[in-house]
């Protein structure tokens, strides 16, 4: 089972773009589910999330710009982008936030900032 990322690409400073996730194989539910970001040279880390009741959380650098959304009955998760800086720059992946429930990593897809 793999999650796939999809929707990042190469946006100019104060850009946006809407990240899609999908289940190859089995559908999931929004809650529960995060989008994570590895910058170059850095450790994975958790840029939003839903919580388990539904709750978006968001990382302190992008409140305010960024979004997670999703629809459980399509088994897809989003994550629109807006403001973009060249610190958002880095590979975005989608899994469940809980390690133990987390699949395939897969490729994630890249998101690149700059002018």
């Known amino acids: 089972v793999q999650l796939q990322a999809s929707g990042g690409g190469l946006v100019q400073p104060g850009g946006s773009l809407t990240l899609s996730c999908a289940a190859l194989e089995t559908p999931f539910r929004i809650n529960g589910m995060a989008w994570f970001r590895q910058r170059l040279g850095q450790a994975r880390e958790v840029v939003a999330s839903?919580?388990?009741?539904?709750?978006?959380n968001y990382r302190e650098s992008v409140k305010g710009r960024f979004t997670i959304s999703g629809d459980s009955e399509k088994s897809i998760l989003y994550l629109q982008m807006n403001n973009l800086k060249a610190e958002d720059t880095g590979v975005y992946y989608c899994?469940?936030?809980?390690?133990?429930?987390?699949?395939?990593w897969g490729q994630g897809t890249l998101v690149t900032v700059s002018s």
């Open positions: 899994n469940p936030t809980n390690p133990l429930r987390q699949l395939n």
């Open positions: 839903i919580s388990t009741a539904g709750r978006p």
